[in-house]
């Protein structure tokens, strides 16, 4: 089996664990160094280790008491890169439906995630997952 064709298998194992609210196992998909990026300037944005990670993938995964599906729509596998066209679906504890697109890239080394970088409608988390909060301007 081709690096590429392993690399889109972890991803898959990934948002499976996503829809599973499988928080040990997606910790687990990073390396030790590994780290997520969520693009925009959102109270959510940012670059976070994998301590970080295993600290507040739980918290976000809980505001979906019935679950956030993810639903993959394509992928692009380059090396160690795998690029992701993907969905959410889901219901926010306050009530409200939540839908999102993305586009995310992963980056891997010896099978584990280095780098998670995730791209999606910044408004959509605002308005949502910070419930309208937006940081201060500089």
Do not use: W
């Not at 926010?92 to 891997?108: D, T």
């Amino acid at each position: 089996m081709t690096t590429e064709l392993r690399n889109k298998e972890r991803v898959q194992a990934f948002f499976t664990a996503l829809n599973h609210n499988d928080t040990a196992a997606v910790v687990d998909a990073y390396a030790e160094d590994g780290r997520c990026v969520t693009m925009g300037n959102t109270l959510i944005s940012g670059s976070f280790g994998k301590e970080q990670i295993s600290k507040h993938a739980a918290g976000i995964l809980k505001a979906f008491p019935q679950g956030l599906r993810f639903t993959v729509h394509a992928m692009t596998a380059e090396g160690e890169r795998v690029a992701v066209e993907a969905g959410s679906e889901g219901l926010h504890v306050s009530g409200k439906p939540y839908k999102n697109q993305y586009h995310f890239l992963f980056r891997f080394r010896d099978g584990k995630i280095v780098e998670f970088k995730e791209y999606m409608d910044t408004e959509q988390v605002t308005e949502l997952l910070c419930g309208g909060q937006r940081r201060p301007a500089e």
